[in-house]
């Protein structure tokens, strides 16, 4: 009987080794996340030097247990949702009460498509991307978002917005947001000094399996 304790005790050591030896599940990411906050940045004529009349925002909105930093880095794990251009009329500064189109035609109430540009040899992602950050920071994601719409709503001086998006690879990413949403006019910028501020990011890269 002794043998048989020590044998069941070496067995259970061994199956817990094999369990702790097995790398963290990747973080599950829902297909129709509700974000729990966020900001809209205005830059007014952004575009006006290269004959776009059109007024321009940035939305930017964080899922799960995402932060800035003090320092203005992203911390946590889950969704960040950015759109770089957000075209207004060249009357309207809020978003507009309607559907807003991912497309490349940079009229009104139009979202640029993520794309990766290319400068001086340098390989910058611009436009619409959702990032996907995990605990495990060498799984973190980057998509970038190529179709789809964003329906704008207003309760008193809430925000209601319904996503409906396209990755790259054809996947479906949509999403809510009910709110405030704190706003940030960077237009009043001189002219030499209006460039987008974005967050210090942790490293991501473009994947087209997740």
Do not use: W
């Amino acid at each position: 009987m002794r043998n048989l304790n020590i044998l069941y005790i070496f067995i259970a050591i061994l199956l817990f080794s094999c369990n702790g030896s097995e790398p963290d599940s990747p973080y599950v990411y829902e297909a129709n996340p509700h974000y729990s906050f966020g900001y809209i940045q205005f830059y007014g004529l952004f575009y006006k030097n290269v004959g776009n009349p059109n007024n321009i925002l940035t939305i930017s909105l964080f899922s799960d247990s995402l932060y800035i930093s003090e320092e203005g880095s992203l911390e946590g794990f889950g969704q960040f949702l950015y759109l770089e251009d957000v075209y207004n009329s060249p009357t309207d500064t809020l978003l507009h009460t309607t559907t807003y189109t991912v497309n490349e035609s940079r009229d009104p109430y139009t979202i640029s498509a993520g794309k990766n540009d290319t400068i001086d040899n340098e390989v910058y992602t611009i436009g619409a991307t959702i990032s996907y950050y995990e605990q495990n920071t060498a799984k973190s994601t980057i998509k970038l978002i190529t179709d789809g719409t964003l329906t704008v709503n207003y309760i008193g001086a809430v925000y209601n917005i319904i996503f409906d998006f396209k990755t790259e690879d054809g996947k479906d990413l949509k999403g809510s947001f009910t709110d405030l949403l704190p706003y940030f006019d960077e237009s009043l910028q001189p002219a030499d000094l209006k460039v987008r501020k974005k967050l210090l990011q942790k490293p991501c890269q473009i994947r087209t399996g997740y």
